[in-house]
């Protein structure tokens, strides 16, 4: 089970880019079918993403399989 952090389209522009103190390191949410956004839960722990870490911490989560994805090529 892939557990993932969903986001608003709001929050999704907040974290979205590189991290401030980890060159190299950038999140880029990723669109669900619903207009949602998700991240890997693992993005939690990673230390490149401390400063967002208070947002995404207090979002809601979900098995990424249960997730609407949009279909590709749309």
């Known amino acids: 089970m892939t557990t993932v952090i969903l986001l608003a389209a709001e929050d999704a522009a907040l974290v979205r880019g590189p991290s401030a103190t980890v060159e190299g390191a950038a999140l880029a949410p990723v669109a669900t079918a619903d207009g ?29 399989s249960t997730i609407a994805w949009p279909e590709e090529g749309v």
């Open 36 to 64: 949602r956004y998700a991240l890997p839960l693992a993005v939690l722990d990673d230390p490149a993403h401390v400063a967002h870490r208070p947002l995404l911490a207090g979002l809601s989560t979900a098995d990424a």
